[in-house]
C-alpha cells in the first residue's frame, strides 16, 4: 500500500500534499555543479530561477482537507488553480525551502501566504519531509499546509491600538484571556529586593513557589473562542473549572513563563497542554503580551490560545511514518537500528531474538500477483502485532520479506515461549487462509555473557538462513 492509497492520509486533521521533488533534486546538483556556494544569494538575483524550480515540482496526491481549504472540486482542479494559490508571495518561501534542502535537510518548518480558488488569504504554517526510502530520489515528499491563518491574525492584532484590540477581542477566532499579573509582579520584585539573583536555583529550591503564583492570578475576562475551545457553556462555568483546564503538565509551562518574566520577557510564547471539560486534550501555543501601559504594574495582560492540536496530531502521524511499515504496521528497519544500538548502550541482559523470512513470497507475486504477496506481508504484520501486544518486545520489517523480533530481557524459557506462540498464531492464520498459507523460516538465539547483540543477530541470522536453504532444496 503506498501513502497516497493509506486512508490516514485522506483522513488526517490537516491539509497534506504528497509531492515530487526528484527534479528539485537534480536541479541543485546542477547548481552545484556549475560552482553556485550561495545558493540564497543566487535565487535572490536570479528570482525566475526561483518561479522554474517551482514548476519541477509534481503534485501526485492531496487529501480531502486539502480541497476543502483551498476550495478545490478535486486534484485536478487545484492544480489547474495553482498560479492562483500560490501567487507571488510564494517565490521567497521557496527559496527558504530550497536553501534548506540544500543544507541536508530532509525535514523542515515554515510559513508562507497561499490562497484560496476564490482569492482568499491563507497564512500557512508549512512542514516538509522527505520520506524514509525515499531520501536517494526525493521522489516522495510529505508536505503539510496547516492554516493559521487566525494565529497570525491575532498576533497582528498586537500592533493595533487599545481600541481595535478591544472591538476584536469578542469576535476573535484565537482563544483570548484577559488577566491580572499584579500579585505576581510583587512576589517576583520582592525576591529581588530581597537578595535572589539566580532565579532557577530559587525554583528548583522552592518549587512550591510556582503554585503560589498560580493561584495569585485573577482571570478578568475570556472570549467565545475560549468556551468554544474548552467546551464550556458560559464564562462563569469555565472559571469555576479552571482547574481542570489547567493539569499538571502546565506546571511547567508556568516556570518557563516566570523565568521569561523575571528575565525581562513580556512577551513570550510556549506551546502548552491543556484540556477542555470533558478532559479531551487541547495543545496550545500560548502567547503572553503585557498590555501597553501596564508594563510597571502587570495588571493588564493579554493570553493568547491558539489550538495546534491538529498540528500535533499531523505531526504524530508524520513520526509514526519514519519509524513504522505502512504495510506490515510494524517498525521499519530505522527504528530496528536505533534499538539495536539503544540494548548495546544499555548492557541490558538477556536479550532475545528471532529472525523470520517469508518463504515463497516470490513464487506468490509471480504466481497471483503482488496483491496476493501483499497480504501475506500484511498477515505477518497481524500476527506479530498479536504476538508482542503488552509486552517490552518489538517486532521490525527490515526488508522485502524479513523480519526480526528483539525480546529484551528474555532468557532462553521466555524465548522459547514466545516461539511456540508464535507457531500457534500462524498455525490459526493458516487455517483462515488455507489457499495461500504462511511459511516461515525462522533463527533463534539468546544472549551469552559478555556477547555483543550484533553477535547474537549474526547467529540467529545464520540459522534462519540454514531453514531457508532447506526448505528450497526439498
Known amino acids: ?82 498560479p492562483q494559490i500560490f501567487q507571488q508571495d510564494m517565490l521567497q518561501t521557496h527559496i527558504e525551502e530550497l536553501v534548506q534542502l540544500w543544507e541536508g535537510k530532509t525535514h523542515f518548518l515554515n510559513t508562507s501566504v497561499n490562497y484560496t480558488i476564490s482569492g482568499t488569504r491563507l497564512d500557512i504554517q508549512l512542514r516538509c519531509s522527505i520520506l524514509p526510502d525515499y531520501e536517494h530520489d526525493w521522489s516522495r515528499v510529505l508536505i503539510s499546509t496547516e492554516d493559521i491563518t487566525s494565529y497570525q491574525n491575532a498576533r497582528r492584532q498586537e500592533v493595533q491600538n487599545r481600541q481595535m484590540a478591544e472591538a476584536r477581542f469578542n469576535y476573535s477566532p484565537t482563544s483570548l484571556w484577559v488577566e491580572d499579573f499584579s500579585v505576581v509582579k510583587a512576589k ?18 522552592h518549587p512550591d513557589f510556582i503554585q503560589q503564583c498560580i493561584k ?22 469555565l472559571l469555576k473549572n479552571i482547574h481542570k483546564i489547567f493539569s499538571n503538565e502546565m506546571h511547567q ?36 503580551t503585557i498590555f501597553p501601559g501596564y508594563e510597571e504594574t502587570w495588571s493588564t495582560v493579554q493570553v493568547a490560545l491558539v489550538d495546534i492540536t491538529a498540528r500535533k496530531k499531523a505531526e504524530n502521524y508524520l513520526e509514526y511514518l519514519g519509524k513504522h511499515d505502512v504495510l506490515t504496521k510494524l ?54 502485532n498479536q504476538l508482542i501486544q503488552n509486552t517490552q518486545y518489538s517486532a ?30 500462524l498455525q490459526i492464520d493458516n487455517q483462515y ?17 559478555d556477547e555483543r547483540i550484533e553477535d547474537l543477530l549474526k547467529r540467529a541470522d545464520a540459522l534462519m538462513y540454514e531453514q531457508k536453504k532447506r526448505y528450497y532444496a526439498h
Open 1 to 82: 500500500m503506498t501513502l497516497n492509497d493509506n486512508p490516514i492520509f485522506h483522513i488526517s486533521p490537516i491539509p497534506l500534499w504528497l509531492e515530487d521533488f526528484s527534479e528539485i533534486k537534480q536541479q541543485l546538483t546542477a547548481w552545484r555543479e556549475q560552482g553556485i556556494t550561495d545558493l540564497r544569494q543566487y535565487l535572490t538575483a536570479n528570482i525566475e530561477k526561483v518561479a522554474e524550480s517551482a514548476r519541477k515540482i509534481k503534485i501526485l496526491q492531496v487529501n480531502t482537507h486539502t480541497l476543502e481549504l483551498y476550495e478545490a472540486e478535486d486534484l485536478e482542479h487545484l492544480c489547474v488553480n495553482l
Open 188 to 205: 517576583l520584585d520582592h525576591l529581588r529586593a530581597i537578595g535572589i539573583e539566580d532565579f532557577t536555583t530559587f525554583l528548583d529550591v
Open 216 to 237: 495569585e492570578i485573577i482571570i478578568t475576562d475570556v472570549n467565545q473562542a475560549t468556551l468554544n475551545l474548552f467546551g464550556a457553556p458560559d464564562k462563569s462555568t
Open 253 to 288: 509551562t508556568f516556570r518557563h513563563q516566570l523565568q521569561d518574566l523575571w528575565n525581562g520577557k513580556i512577551h513570550h510564547q510556549h506551546e502548552a497542554v491543556n484540556y477542555a471539560l470533558d478532559g479531551s486534550i487541547r495543545h496550545v501555543i500560548l502567547q503572553f
Open 331 to 384: 517498525y521499519n528497519r530505522t527504528f530496528y537500528t536505533e534499538e539495536i544500538n539503544r540494548l548495546e548502550r544499555s548492557r541490558q541482559r538477556p536479550v532475545s531474538c528471532i529472525f523470520i523470512d517469508l518463504n515463497g513470497l516470490k513464487e506468490i507475486n509471480d504466481h497471483f500477483g503482488h496483491d496476493a504477496g501483499d497480504e501475506q506481508l500484511r498477515r505477518m504484520g497481524n500476527i506479530l
Open 396 to 425: 521490525s520489517r527490515i526488508g522485502g520479506d524479513e523480519f526480526v523480533i528483539l525480546l529484551p530481557d528474555a532468557d532462553e524459557a521466555s524465548l522459547q515461549h514466545s516461539i511456540s506462540s508464535l507457531q500457534e498464531l
Open 433 to 449: 487462509h488455507s489457499t495461500h498459507p504462511i511459511s516461515l523460516s525462522i533463527g533463534h538465539a539468546s544472549t551469552q555473557p
